[in-house]
């Protein structure tokens, strides 16, 4: 990689000649509200701002776009995707246009990741002061960004990920094989601990995510899970 790595600097150099040429000739589409450099982490860094737009006069929650900018993880910004983001808000969406710090130095994979997670995290409670819908949220990325939105995605859904990655769990999977008490018990301490999600696996009961949505204010999502047995306290044999 150190050998690399000047010749791929060279290459994004040129790139970014390009980006800038490009966006200069771009016309941006009015209409729209679009409230630029907002810091999801509070340190100065440049690579930790987002931006949000959404159409003007909007009076009702709109689904909302994460877009998380390409550029061989190692150059980018997010102004090199604004225009596609806003022709996406003109469609109807709220966009969110996220940076992250970039590879090279000391800066490396999981830092980048943890950047994503802090970013999701801000937009998760703050989007509320915005007329976005919490319920019908879309994360896209071009290029490595869209790596990212792979790879951000997988680790938001695997416990063993998060620990990897270090980053903060934003969901709690819970299995529905609970009696009512142990439910309710379970349900508590999630939103006593700041949980967003609930994602609900349902093997032998599928009528159960139902239950537990109606046990609690957080929204949960149901997902089918073969297991193979149940245990008295509601633990199915693939551990969930």
């Given at each position: ?100 710090r970039l590879a090279g130095g000391n800066i490396r994979f999981d830092d980048q990741i943890r950047d994503i997670f802090a970013a999701l995290k801000w ?115 693939n551990g969930l």
């Open positions: 990689m150190y050998i690399f790595e000047p010749i791929l600097r060279k290459n994004w150099e040129n790139t970014e000649k390009m980006d800038a040429k490009r966006i200069a000739s771009q016309t941006e589409p009015e209409g729209l509200t679009k409230i630029l450099d907002i810091p999801y982490i509070d340190d100065g860094e440049k690579a930790h701002l987002l931006d949000i737009y959404y159409p003007e006069g909007t009076t009702e929650k709109l689904p909302v776009i994460i877009d998380i900018h390409g550029g061989g993880w190692m150059y980018g910004y997010k102004e090199i995707n604004k225009n596609f983001c806003l022709k996406l808000s003109e469609k109807g969406f709220l966009v969110a246009s996220i940076n992250y937009l998760s409670e703050n989007l509320k002061n915005y007329p976005a819908d919490l319920d019908n949220v879309f994360l896209a990325g071009d290029s490595a960004g869209g790596h990212f939105s792979c790879v951000t995605t997988a680790v938001n859904l695997n416990e063993d990920m998060q620990k990897d990655f270090g980053v903060e769990y934003n969901a709690w999977i819970l299995s529905a094989h609970r009696s009512g008490e142990l439910l309710k018990e379970t349900i508590n301490q999630i939103e006593n601990e700041g949980y967003e999600v609930i994602i609900a696996g349902a093997g032998l009961a599928a009528h159960l995510p139902g239950v537990i949505a109606s046990m609690t204010v957080l929204p949960v999502i149901g997902v089918p899970l073969e297991c193979l047995s149940i245990d008295s306290k509601g633990r199915t044999s």
